[in-house]
């Protein structure tokens, strides 16, 4: 080794959770995540994602072996950590971070496998509003709702949509469900990406 060169211990961990981000992003609700094609991501630590690598996964899973940044020994001091869950209350990317601080915390006082059947109910929900209320461009729109809205509040946007439904195009039922859903969003949820 050279000066100046470090050694990066690299380990093998078993993935349980391929669809709950390391720093705490549900997969699931993502809109990479419901692309068909090529394009489609199955996961922040599906085996395509792994390779390709975010410095989370980097630190995480191949330097220290752990699955999810809560769980490292390091977590209260961690800065990288730190600044990502300090954007997250400002700013989103692609997909929508707005839960995430609510997210990390529900996992903290419920678990991980809590979390993971909430979060397969939520994409459940998600899938119905993409199959038959989405005119074809409102993917991201139907992620952030099916992140940031309660259970309760898109089951009833949901039904609402359903009841209302029964003869209108596609168009027409894609107006419906985002009406329901602004009306509830007036509130106190934003329902678009935050740049």
Known sequence: MKDGETMVRKVTIEISYPEIGICGL???LCPM??????SKCKGCKSQNRIAVGCPFITCAVKKKGVEFCWDCNDSGQCEKWKKH??????VDSFKCYQKLEDDIGFILANGIEDF????LYREQLLTEMLNEFNEGRSKSYYCIA???LKIDELQEALKQAKEGSTGLTIKEK????HSNIDEIAKKNYYIKLRK
């Open 26 to 28: 549900s997969c699931r």
């Open 33 to 38: 995540y419901h692309t068909d094609g090529i």
């Open 85 to 90: 869950r300090d954007f997250s209350r400002k």
């Open 116 to 119: 993971e059947k909430e979060q």
């Open 146 to 148: 099916a992140t940031v």
């Open 174 to 177: 894609f107006k419906l469900l």
